[in-house]
């Protein structure tokens, strides 16, 4: 276990970024759009090579856990390149020189806040009435305006919608008014737009799943990556029906091209920090069996 990924909150996180680009000039760090409370949204780049692929986590709020997963593997992969060291097994160099990696590790900051009781004025008096006047949020998994930012893409977004029978801001499942709605749903599609991604996971939590297709829009090769990650992580691929207007949906509807949700970990959310050493030794062996297709 190294020192990165312990700032489970959005400070935390930006320290970890900014002492990582430190360490390691060669890593890029951007913003990829703001979330409903101007908090930036960063993006780190880390390989130079022809073929861009995506990571991004804590879509939920509450699974805040899966930010600590990357930030991680941007340690790890960095200090392999680093030291001309492998990562599982495979050449760092080798990949850096191949892949473009670009990660989003917190999609929703302003949720992850909520969640880790560091909500301030204006919105905690509504957002105390959408959770039921409770000030336990740790349940949440929306973002500040109670809006669930993995069903806001356009993919079958009415469907979701008429599904979840959730008609108002809430702790979940509440579609939004529209198809990207959110700043932060707005921002990850033109990030993928903008990027010409052959392969994406969005990491969540929890279950030890990999889904791997959508509608049968899906490339005849998903199922078999699918199966190459079940098989170095112990997780289960599973062909998933009666989901629609995540990111990983719109994402294969779109492009066409392998998309991915991977669950980590077992138990309820949101998942104990001690669950992290198990499931980062689980999913960073997906993250490195993806960057070696």
Known sequence: MNEFGK??????????????????????????????EDRDIPVIRIGVGAKHIHFNGAFHANE??????????IHDYAQAYAHGNSVHGVDAKQLFDRISLWIVPMVNPD???????????????????????????????????????????????????ARRQVANPASRDYSGTSPLSEPEARAMEAFTRERDFSLVIAFHTQGEEIYWNYNDYEPVES???????????????????????GYKDWFIQEFRRPGFTV???????????????????????????ALNL
């Open 111 to 161: 949720g992850v806040e909520l969640v880790l009781s560091k909500q301030q004025e204006p919105h905690l008096q509504q957002l105390l009435e959408w959770n039921g006047g409770s000030t336990d949020f740790s349940g949440w998994k929306a973002n500040v305006r109670g809006v669930d930012l993995n069903d806001q893409f356009p993919a079958n977004w009415e469907l979701e919608r």
């Open 64 to 73: 805040w856990i899966t930010t600590s997963l990357l930030i991680r593997f």
């Open 263 to 289: 669950e980590v970990g077992v138990g309820s959310n949101p998942l104990p920090y001690s669950q992290l050493g198990d499931m980062y030794g689980k999913a960073s062996k997906i993250m490195v069996e």
């Open 223 to 245: 199922e078999s990556i699918a199966e190459r990650f079940a098989q170095v992580s112990g997780y289960r691929a599973v062909k998933l029906t009666g989901s629609d207007a």
């Open 7 to 36: 700032g489970l909150d959005y400070a935390g996180m930006i320290m970890d970024i900014l002492l990582l680009k430190d360490r390691y000039p060669f890593l890029e760090v951007g913003s990829i759009g703001r979330s409903v």
